[in-house]
Antibody, heavy 119, light 108 residues
């Protein structure tokens, strides 16, 4: 089955760190750009970060100010997002999303992983 | 950064009615790289339309996309019960790949 499954979410205190993971299956993971998109409770979608097929090209939303790091392991079909210096406004569901560039945008989404930043 | 504006924020419509959802970009989108997503409560978004008018795999033909340049529209020809949801437009031709703020289609 073609799917993306996120893990690693949970409660984290302000200023803390957390690592989200996404396990891909059913497709050639190394053939796709991958993204993280987040959605704060009751709010809209916000693109967070993307990483190219081989990890060469990485982009982040300006609002993150260098606090997040995206990475991937094509041998293990996995995507990661390391969150540091988290703030209350980072509370959101984080989605792992497949991207086929200009050919086909965000066509496969995981179920999401909730990150709650609170003391 | 390209800003996408979706207005109104909520559309109240009846079953069987036609829904017209606009999306306006702050600058011309290259090659109409505009997509539409549907999101139901508690679920991840689902790709409906890409390239402004191409339906994604498995999307019913009551969903159609149109427009070019800065003005785009998602049309649902006749609303079915499962169509009441939030719809987002997204431009994916330039980074960051921004989303509109969404339009909720609710039952009148």
């Amino acid at each position: 089955e073609v799917q993306l499954v996120e893990s690693g979410g949970g409660l984290v205190t302000p200023g803390g760190s957390l690592r989200l993971s996404c396990a891909a299956s059913g497709f050639t993971f190394s053939g796709y750009t991958m993204n993280w998109v987040r959605q704060a409770p009751g709010k809209g979608l916000e693109w967070v970060s993307s990483i190219s097929r081989d990890g060469t090209y990485i982009h982040y939303a300006d609002s993150l100010k260098g606090r997040f790091t995206i990475s991937r392991d094509n041998a293990k079909n996995s995507l990661h997002l390391h969150l540091t210096s988290v703030r209350a406004e980072d509370t959101a569901v984080y989605y792992c999303v497949r991207d086929h560039g200009l050919l086909l945008p965000f066509d496969l989404w995981g179920q999401g992983s909730l990150v709650t930043v609170s003391s | 950064e390209i800003v996408l504006t979706q207005s109104p924020g909520t559309l109240s419509l009846s079953l069987g009615e036609r829904a017209t959802l606009p999306c306006r970009a702050s600058q011309t989108l290259s090659s109409n790289y505009l997509a539409w997503y549907q999101q139901k409560p508690g679920q991840a978004p689902r790709l409906l339309i890409y390239g402004a008018f191409n339906r994604a795999t498995g999307i019913p033909d009551r969903f159609s996309g149109s427009g070019s340049g800065t003005d785009f529209t998602l049309t649902i020809s006749r609303l079915e019960p499962e169509d009441f949801a939030v719809y987002y437009c997204q431009q994916y031709g330039s980074s960051p790949k921004t989303f509109g703020q969404g339009t909720k289609v609710e039952i009148k």
